[in-house]
């Protein structure tokens, strides 16, 4: 009972803090030099300076501004796309007329999903047995270089890595395609790449969690009980010091949803991150404020899922 | 009566980053089945570290140096670790200081009563929550049937510190443990949790070391006393001689410092100064910078440990022939 109020109410603030959101989102795209006209104009005419004539040039972009309502005040454009965004209804983009933002979303959402899934289950696969055995074995040589690796998986950027993969596994070795997202074997690398950083921090964090729990006089209780190391650790220590751990990953998994870019360019990914950067390099507000909405969406329902996983895991949580 | 448990010349160090801090150098003491023996000092003085070393559960960075505890014939200090794990909460068991860390905070607590039993293999797993049942029963847990699949969080601190009495209990241990049980609790259940560890004793039959910084408390309900100074023996006594007459000048002092309601006015006299560092410690007896009888031969020469009469163990220089004269 006290779980489906507490999360009704968690939706109506998550409600909330998106309004707010695309509020300030407009706001700064309003105050950002440089529009959409100049820079399409710029490029559909391959560069070379534009042939209409200063009364033509009025006409379209007038034409352009009834098409997609920025003729009314900026209070009015706001109100108009939340109507529609809450039930996914975005219109459509500048640099796409034809086809509404959803749809473009939607060809491209599954794409980013599984890689995202795929990499934070690899993350967690790893990640998690590592920060461990750096805990258990802390201060010797395996907890040193579990941990250099993982500072350097949270420090070298995602893309770099790739390159040198690529560079190995395709170019030397031969035994990995350099991009796409059809086959499994297209999808080693760049669900690697995705993983390392989220791997790295899980890693890191387990490690401290897990050494904070074995400092606890539960622990010692446990082992004055008569436990093996092996029990106390595997029913004492364990999912207590996991209980943190859901904190960081599901805000890591949101933002994987939309923070693939640079992987999904260098793979060739045909997902969501593509499309988000080309719409803030090219001025593309619909879609701009579009993918500002969906990150702030994702990034809050992931927190919600992992407070309600939270009182699943931890008896002492109880939602009023 | 039979002895149960014999340390010899325990010595217990920590290394520090200043040093190595002698916790506990060379203590030696003995417990009888079914005796009840308590443990007295201040904070710091190698109390808890004495017996905790026994189960060899110190933290990573101390280790005996020296001594023997035998334990109904075996060398607690020589087990093997598989060996020293077997007698822990089955043959000696701990309740430690405070209830409200030393609970799993998210496993229900009859699973935590019925942990040693299944670890041991007393029991099945049928007949250890039965059990688990039952002791929660014994140590006065009201509607235990049902508060015994509950969680710590739901239950008040005396409440906690019951059931950390109960799996204390669950393997019929030999000897339990009690590290300062009532310190964490509430004033107003002190008195009850004493009153069931001296319950509990009559009913398991088990010997019982109370570790603890109250005097008075000690006196009550021990058999034997220990005062523990810095890291040694300053006197050991059966209760009754040790009420009639405590010998050294730290023993003296402990029990002027407790509060009396009946006693007169300005009798309440703390002792001057700080426990010592354990790094470096004073020279000769490591009380005489506190002591108000501190003569040249305190400064100079450790005092030996010795028995003054029968039973009756003390380490001061101005004890003679059984009386202390200063």
């Given at each position: ?17 998106i309004v707010v959101v695309i509020i300030i989102t407009y706001i700064l795209m309003w105050l950002a030099p440089g529009e959409f ?284 | ?326």
């Amino acid at each position: 009972m006290g779980l489906v109020r507490y999360i009704l109410r968690r939706l109506f603030t998550i409600f909330v803090s998106i309004v707010v959101v695309i509020i300030i989102t407009y706001i700064l795209m309003w105050l950002a030099p440089g529009e959409f006209f100049n820079i399409a104009q710029f490029q559909a005419s391959g560069g070379r300076v534009a042939t209409l004539t200063p009364e033509q040039l009025q006409v379209l972009i007038k034409g352009f501004e009834e098409k997609y309502g920025l003729n009314v005040p900026l209070w009015k454009q706001i109100l108009n796309y939340l109507k529609d965004a809450f039930r996914f209804k975005f219109g459509p983009s500048f640099s796409n007329p034809n086809e509404p933002i959803e749809v473009q979303i939607a060809r491209r959402f599954p794409v980013t999903f599984t890689l995202a899934i795929l990499s934070m289950a690899l993350a967690v696969i790893v990640g998690i047995p590592l920060g461990v055995i750096a805990a258990l074995k802390r201060n010797t040589w395996v907890d040193y270089i579990t941990m250099f690796f993982s500072m350097a998986g949270s420090i070298i950027p995602a893309y770099t890595i790739g390159v040198i993969m690529v560079l190995i596994f395709s170019v030397w070795l031969r035994v990995l395609p350099t991009s796409g997202w059809e086959t499994p074997k297209q999808m080693i690398m760049p669900v690697i790449c995705v993983a390392l950083g989220p791997m790295a921090v899980i890693a890191r964090f387990m490690r401290s969690s897990l050494l904070d729990v074995l400092n606890q006089d539960y622990i010692r209780t446990a082992y004055a009980k008569g436990g093996t190391d092996r029990a106390v650790i595997m029913r004492h220590a364990l999912r207590n010091s996991l209980i943190p751990i859901v904190t960081i990953i599901g805000p890591q998994l949101a933002f994987l949803f939309t923070g693939t870019v640079w992987i999904e360019n260098l793979f060739r990914v045909p997902g969501l991150g593509q499309l988000f950067v080309n719409a803030a390099s090219m001025r593309d507000y619909p879609l701009l404020v579009t993918s500002t909405f969906i990150l702030s969406l994702s990034v809050m329902l992931m927190n919600l899922l992992v407070d309600v996983i939270y009182a699943f895991l931890d008896p002492r949580i109880k939602y009023e | 009566m039979a002895e149960l448990l014999r340390v010899n010349n325990l010595k217990t160090y920590f290394d520090r980053y200043d040093g190595v801090v002698k916790a506990v150098d060379g203590i030696s003491y003995k417990l009888d089945y079914g005796e009840t023996l308590a443990i007295v000092g201040e904070s710091g003085s190698g109390k808890t570290v004495s017996v905790l070393s026994l189960l060899r559960l110190i933290k990573r960075n101390g280790r005996v140096v020296d001594g023997e505890a035998i334990f109904e014939g075996k060398d607690l200090l020589k087990l093997s670790k598989e060996e020293i794990r077997q007698i822990r909460g089955k043959d000696i068991s701990i309740v430690f200081q405070d209830p409200m860390t030393s609970l799993n905070p998210i496993m229900r607590v009859g699973m935590q009563i019925m942990e040693p039993i299944l670890w041991h293999r007393v029991m099945s797993d049928k007949e250890a929550r039965d059990r688990a049942v039952e002791l929660l029963r014994l140590v006065g847990i009201p509607e235990y049937k049902t508060r015994v699949w509950d969680y710590p969080f739901q239950f008040s601190g005396g409440m906690r510190q019951r059931v950390m009495i109960a799996i204390a209990l669950a393997c019929n241990p030999k000897l339990v443990i009690a590290d300062e049980p009532t310190t964490a609790l509430d004033v107003t259940v002190r008195a009850q949790i004493l009153n069931l560890l001296s319950d509990m004793k009559e009913e398991f039959k088990t010997s019982v070391i109370l570790i603890t910084h109250d005097i008075t408390l000690a006196m009550n309900f021990a058999d034997t006393i220990m005062v523990m100074y810095a890291g040694k023996i300053a006197e050991y006594s059966p209760v009754e001689r040790f009420i009639r007459n405590p010998l050294h000048p730290y023993s003296q002092g402990l029990i002027s410092s407790t509060l009396d309601i009946k006693a007169k006015e300005g009798s309440l006299r703390p002792i001057p100064g700080n426990p010592p560092s354990l790094v470096s410690p004073p020279s000769g007896c490591r009380f005489h910078p506190r002591c108000v009888y501190a003569q040249d031969i305190c400064r100079e020469q450790e005092p030996e440990y010795k028995e003054v009469e029968d039973g009756h163990y003390v380490a001061c220089h101005l004890v003679k022939g059984g009386k202390f004269n200063a």
